[in-house]
């Protein structure tokens, strides 16, 4: 049964959220403040990349099912269920959350609810979020005791969000009533026909689900890195010491590749204000780890820019340094929080020219670091370069040829930092090559 939803918020959740709501059979009208992010989208225009959404977006947009607005009452008249998909980024000079933009749907929408709504939040919360916005909500809606709330976190990998929201591997329901929980039911009737789990929860639970899940994913990627540190110094290979503990089951292997750790909009920032909420609970000491979990992080970052000096001879002043991706990950040309920037960036104040390529994020890159030069291709990237660095893995990057490569460079030196190159196949092809978490002298480490 077709629903009519709003989604709030047409960032990258919202936007993302939105068109595939549409693709599931519902009505749907996208809103947002800003008048030329609403008017992009109308046109058909995601102003992000994301596999696969530009093609649902249009598809949607001309059928009609979709639309974008930027009047909260427009949205209260058309919704049944309003998703609220606003971000929570890291509050200035605080490690916790700043929710003004999440308090900012319900004061903006809650006046306009004259009839029984849904008011269902997406975005990532400190616990208790949910109980105080629905008592607010109360406050504010006409409609008094038939707005209710009920939460329902977003579990989106950039790369493949389309797919995560459309065949997830599990629906968390945060609900309070019967009714609120069958209305979501509705809404998601396919994805969960289809055999996705359901979980439903309290507000409290849901909430912490999607930080929990963020903190454990955050500890073993930072888990990992530390035995990098450790195998470093030991003269031990972490990418075979991951295999081998990898093979557990109680442990699995994804996730257990060493290099220049995590970023992005959510886990630094989310790990963070997970921490900060435990401290206002009064159990801090519960949640002290992800301090030194984000300090791993950050020590993978520093030790690149050390191992890319240590290759051109102690110094990188005026050395050129050839940098292979942007972006925080593949499959985005997100690039906040981006490791593979913020070595780059680095190095460069640390006297080097440094050239970076990606193959979707060259547009943001530029504008956040126009102090780095910007190439048109990998191959561009290592012309002349004293060093490489490879630190976004995309798929194209595995698949270079390392002997065409090789003499475009001015020493043929290459630092992996993201373990994904194949060490035997560049140092067959005469390249001097380095990765995080494997010292000197074993195989494919060459300084």
């Known amino acids: 049964m077709s629903l009519r939803l709003t989604v709030i918020g047409t960032g990258y959740l919202g936007a993302t959220h939105a068109v595939c709501m549409a693709e599931l059979g519902h009505e749907v009208l996208g809103v947002d403040v800003d008048p030329e992010k609403i008017a992009a989208l109308r046109a058909g225009r995601v102003p992000f990349y994301e596999p696969e959404l530009a093609g649902l977006l249009a598809k949607h947009t001309a059928s009609g099912r979709l639309r974008f607005t930027t009047s909260y009452e427009e949205a209260a008249d058309f919704g049944q269920v309003h998703f609220s998909c606003v971000g929570t980024p890291q509050r200035p000079g605080s490690d916790a959350a700043d929710l003004r933009?999440?308090?900012?749907?319900?004061?903006?929408?809650?006046?306009?609810?004259?009839?029984?709504?849904?008011?269902?939040?997406?975005?990532?919360?400190?616990?208790?979020?949910?109980?105080?916005?629905?008592?607010?909500?109360?406050e504010l809606a006409p409609a008094g005791a038939a707005a209710e709330l009920a939460w329902n976190p977003e579990f989106l990998r950039e790369g493949f969000a389309v797919r995560d929201t459309l065949r997830p591997d599990r629906l968390v329901l945060g609900v309070r009533s019967a009714a609120a929980e069958s209305l979501l039911r509705e809404v998601y009737a396919p994805v969960i026909a289809a055999g996705t789990p359901v979980i439903t929860a309290d507000f409290a639970t849901a909430e912490l689900v999607k930080t929990a899940a963020n903190a454990f994913l955050a500890t073993k990627i930072s888990f990992i890195n530390a035995m990098a540190e450790l195998c470093e110094a030991a003269d031990a290979d972490v990418s075979v010491l991951a295999r081998a503990i990898g093979h557990d089951e109680r442990i699995g292997a994804r996730f257990?590749?060493?290099?220049?750790?995590?970023?992005?909009?959510?886990?630094?920032?989310?790990?963070?204000?997970?921490?900060?909420?435990?401290?206002?609970?009064?159990?801090?000491?519960?949640?002290?780890?992800?301090?030194?979990?984000?300090?791993?992080?950050?020590?993978?970052?520093?030790?690149?820019?050390?191992?890319?000096?240590e290759l051109c001879g102690g110094s990188l002043q005026g050395k050129r340094v050839g940098v292979l991706g942007a972006a925080f990950k593949p499959d985005s040309d997100d690039i906040r929080d981006s490791p593979a920037l913020d070595i780059a960036a680095r190095i460069h104040l640390d006297g080097a020219d440094v050239t970076v390529h990606d193959p979707k994020a060259m547009d943001n890159a530029r504008k956040s670091h126009p102090q780095l030069g910007h190439a048109l291709s990998a191959a561009d990237a290592v012309r002349d370069a004293d060093v490489v660095l490879h630190l976004t893995e995309w798929s194209e990057y595995r698949d270079l040829d390392p002997a065409r490569l090789r003499p475009l460079a001015r020493h043929a030196r290459i630092l992996d930092g993201r373990g994904a190159l194949d060490a035997a196949r560049w140092t067959a092809a005469g390249w001097s090559?380095?990765?995080?978490?494997?010292?000197?002298?074993t195989p494919g480490n060459t300084l």
């Open 101 to 138: 933009y999440v308090d900012a749907v319900v004061e903006a929408l809650g006046p306009h609810l004259r009839k029984p709504a849904l008011v269902v939040g997406k975005s990532t919360v400190p616990v208790g979020t949910a109980d105080r916005l629905a008592r607010r909500l109360a």
């Open 256 to 309: 257990l590749r060493a290099g220049v750790g995590f970023g992005g909009g959510c886990l630094p920032k989310d790990i963070r204000a997970f921490a900060a909420r435990a401290e206002e609970l009064g159990t801090g000491r519960s949640l002290a780890f992800l301090r030194e979990v984000d300090a791993i992080n950050t020590r993978r970052r520093e030790r690149a820019v050390d191992l890319a000096r």
């Open 433 to 441: 090559f380095h990765a995080l978490g494997r010292a000197t002298g």
